[in-house]
């Protein structure tokens, strides 16, 4: 069949199929003007379209097996350099071949996937070079990755991947009378790989069993990306597949994808509700049988599925929900089965993290956050030191609520004043130390986490009225109200955004340290405690008292390591300090002092073990603070020998342990910083770091989908991939990257909206958005962006006056603004941006706080505004 012939078809079936069954034959007679052949192909494949069973387990692209003639590649043929051994299997769309290599080069077997020369037309070329771009972009464990790829000297386009050993992830359930707990670990990996492809903008539309293939080893390996869409830098369909089939296999899909609407990731999730359905209870959330499509329309689109408990299971052999925690399971389901996309899980990572949150007894964020549903979980967790532990104890874990506190007053009041004391001093500590650490992490938990942070407070407030000469309370009451700080405003945690509030908790904490004896003990928690006042103080932009604070901390730890030199914990303690004073010193643009503390803490490193891993680390994070200081200073060759240092050690460190968050962290971070300091020198390897830093927080995210830190971590490295495509001109890699950065932040500020450094970090993304949106000439559009940066920067400036990086920042966007304006003619405008900007950047210089490379930009900026 010629491509116009085909396309012909397709139109006439398109249209047949939007009419009633009665009405399509009279119509497609009509539109084959006489071609008895052609009418006969497009009933044919109508009357497929309607068969049930094959829509069932089928997608569209399936229906039309058989309609053409196979010409099968002989065994033997070569495509690159690879050798046909034997076909695998074949589809509407092409087939598979197991091939091997031809090259002799090593030993490798593999899968060939190549068009049927009859079905090469245009759609399916661009749909089978659409796959074959997407997995080129994809490398995770659990997705079939691609080897090899490009046209056959007869010109079909044809790739090769990894070849699976392995059975459909229904069939492997069937057989493998696998235990529920295994069928969850399972999944999980399942969904890590589908928010893996979702990170790098791809939906994959057609997720059931049969595209899920589990190995011998019991790893799911996810297939079939035909179907899939990639999104562009806007977040819409770059690839629009407009053929005369659907995309997708209907007991899979979505109620948006059957109506034919918009496809987003939440139709994913929708796909893996179903495959967790089937997961529980070895039956899908419907039965067709005997159904007309139109039912199975109506069906999915206005009916609700049982609960899976509900659910008599057939024929299977494998473990029964368990009684008591089914609803959990029940609740995670019904929520990726959501009707409207909005309301089931925003990501795949979100989906993983509750079914891990599942298998480890905690609660579900799918699940209302009641006082009393988290104490039923912490109590089955712990049900051994609960049952062992006091009646005052286990009514607090089991009631968690204000009913329960009140009986636990009344109870210690009949026992006398020093009961009741007790108990207050029991329940702040469970507040603070057990309860809020299990709900810091849920989705809407900021009004149920202010409410336990102020009760805590009162009770800590009346404990320290009483506390006098207690010395074990004031210890307590000490690490409580850090505590409390930690959860008002630590920017890498869960926080409430109340920054003042953090900083007023760590100073009664202060206080408290402060008054305490001066053994060794209390003099390294009070140096600690400085170093947590230095944070908050610099939260709230007092400048100073953060110096203060850290030198304070830095003295206090100096007299100890002189007084216990054999000490090795006091004395690495006493090195993060010199690299805090360095970042401090780094921030404030304050580059000599910035470079000799981190001099110093590097030849005090030099005199610890250097086997000893947290030494390793201080020695290497600190040779890549080093080297940032030192690029902004001019020194871009001593800079670069320090970060290779840093680097190289540090990839040492995590191939030692691949899974250790804080090492990851680490390293996260001295790539980050290894990115930066290539900015605009050699931009290629900027890049490449940056790319690295990316790949680093994805894997910690897919280790732990619910570590809040390494979230933001992937949000500001999309930032930072976008800031380095874009200085290689690569605009649309950079548009790819901030969209996807600003879609992150965004979350985070859903998240906790009052968390200001996230709003912080999203002005950086605003600002390198319309910088590469001005590389592409949109300048319309890079204004509104810079508009909405320079917004935001003056909101953070306002809040925090001390912050010089703010100023710059908003010097930085009016240089933008003037320069796109200049292009646009409207000199007046632009002078006055310009003026606006140098301004700014004078009174930075004057006060001593302008980084090297920005003193002759004023000179630059001055000259430009000139000549307007």
Known sequence: MDSERWSKLKEIFAQAEAL??????????????????????????????????????????????????????????????????CELGSGGMGAVFLVERSDGEFKQTAALKLIRNTLADAETERRFRTEREILAGLHHPNIAQLYDGGVSENGEPFFVMEHIEGRPLNEYFRTANSPLND????????????????????????????NILITPEG???????????????????????????????????????????????????????????????????????????????????GSDPVRPSSVNRRGSSSAALRPGIASDLDTIAMKCLEKEPARRYATAADLAADIRRFLDGLPILARPSTFSYRASKFVRRNWKSVAAGTLAAASLLV?????????????????????????????????????????????????AREILVKRALEYLDSLASEAAGDSELQKELAAAYEKIGEL??????????????????????????????????????????????????????????????????RQIYEGLVSAHPGDVSLRLA???????????????????????????AIAGTQELSADARETREVFFVTHADLGNSLSWNGEQERAEAMMAVAVGGMEKLLAEKPNDAR????????????????????????????????????????????????????????????????NLKQSREALNALKVAETQFLALIEREPRNRFYRTDLGRIYTRAGLARRLSNDLAGSNSDL??????????????????NARRDIALSHRYLAENLTKLGEKQQAREHYRLAVDILNGLKVENSLPEVDLKLITELESVMAKL
């Not at 109340?498 to 202060?510: C, I, R, T, V």
């Not at 508009?787 to 010089?804: H, M, Y």
């Open 574 to 600: 006493y090195l993060r300090i010199l690299t805090e004073l360095s970042q401090y010193h780094q921030a404030n643009n304050q580059y000599p002092e910035a470079i000799a503390f981190a001099e110093k």
């Open 488 to 553: 008002q405003g630590h920017p890498s945690k869960p926080n409430l955004g109340d920054l003042a509030g953090a900083l007023s908790s760590y100073e009664k904490a202060n206080a408290i340290r402060l008054a305490q004896p001066e053994t060794t003990e209390n003099l390294r928690l009070l140096a600690e405690n400085f170093r947590h006042l230095s944070d908050a103080r610099y939260w709230q932009g007092d400048t100073q008292g953060t110096l203060g604070a850290l030198e304070r901390s």
């Open 183 to 210: 069928r969850l670990d399972l999944f999980f990996k399942i969904c890590s790989a589908v928010d893996y492809a979702h990170r790098n903008l791809t939906v994959h539309r057609d997720l059931k069993p049969g």
């Open 20 to 85: 009633e069954p009665g009405e399509r034959e009279a119509f497609v007679n009509e539109a084959a003007e006489g071609d008895a052949e052609l009418a006969a192909e497009v009933m044919s494949l109508l009357s497929s379209r309607d068969e049930t069973a094959n829509i069932l387990e089928a997608n569209a692209f399936d229906l039309s097996k058989g309609v053409f003639a196979d010409q099968t590649p002989k065994a033997g043929r070569t495509f690159g350099s690879y050798r046909i051994v």
């Open 219 to 301: 790893e799911p390996k996810l297939l079939d990306f035909g179907l899939a869409k990639l999104l562009d830098e806007q977040g819409g369909e770059k690839d629009q597949t407009a053929t005369m089939f659907r995309a997708f296999t209907p007991a899979y899909a979505s109620p948006e994808q059957i109506l034919g609407k918009r496809v987003t990731i939440a139709s994913d999730i929708y796909s893996l509700g179903v495959i967790f359905y089937e997961l529980l209870t070895d039956s899908k959330p419907f039965v067709f049988d005997g159904m007309s499509l139109e039912e199975i329309v109506r069906t999915i689109t």
């Open 787 to 804: 508009i909405r940066s320079l917004d935001l920067w003056r909101q953070v400036a306002e809040a925090d006056p001390g912050n010089k």
């Open 399 to 447: 009631g968690l609520g204000v009913s329960i506190w009140q009986a636990e007053v009344a109870r210690a009041e009949r026992d006398r004043a020093e009961q009741r004391f007790q108990d207050v001093r029991k329940l702040s500590n469970s507040l603070l130390f057990e309860i809020t650490p299990k709900i810091e992490t849920l989705e809407g938990s900021t009004e």
């Open 663 to 726: 090492t990851r962290h680490l390293m996260w971070r001295v790539y980050m910083l290894a990115s930066g300091i290539f900015e605009d020198i050699v931009n290629e390897r900027s890049l490449e770091f940056a790319e690295k830093a990316r790949a680093t927080a994805q894997k910690g995210v897919e280790i732990d989908p619910a570590d809040i830190q390494f979230r933001h971590n992937l949000a500001r490295t999309n930032y930072r991939v976008a800031v380095a495509a874009a």
